[in-house]
């Protein structure tokens, strides 16, 4: 069973920076896709990016270029998301998921495998 585990979220002020992990257990992640999703109160889930599962395909949209990237590490079974330039708006529960078609994709139903989330917070 492949569960998936979050971290590196917490409280940061406007224009701070934050990576968050995302660590695969029970399979090797180099099997999976993957991808992160936010959500914020009252609002639905929203796609961040995504990675293929060799990390050699990456999508954001254009609305988060140049502050969200995505990556992973294989060997250590995680992914990554690295985020710039914090804004108040981007407070929200941070996911990740892995889908078992491998190549990531921007579609919450395409993803096969959860996390519990971790929660950012911006201050301004």
């Known amino acids: 069973q492949v569960q998936l585990a979050e971290s590196g979220g917490g409280l940061v002020q406007a224009g701070g920076s934050l990576r968050l992990s995302c660590v695969v257990s029970g399979r090797p992640s180099r099997n999976y896709g993957m991808g992160w999703f936010r959500q914020a109160p009252g609002k639905e889930r929203e796609f961040v990016a995504a990675?293929?599962?060799?990390?050699?395909?990456?999508y954001s949209p254009n609305s988060g270029k140049g502050r969200f990237t995505i990556s992973r590490d294989n060997p250590k079974n995680t992914g990554y998301l690295q985020i710039n330039s914090l804004k108040p708006e981007d407070t929200a529960v941070y996911y990740c998921a892995a889908s078992n078609g491998g190549w990531g994709s921007s579609q919450a139903a395409e993803y096969d495998y959860w996390g519990q989330g971790t929660q950012v917070t911006v201050s301004s």
């Open positions: 990675i293929s599962r060799g990390g050699g395909s990456t």
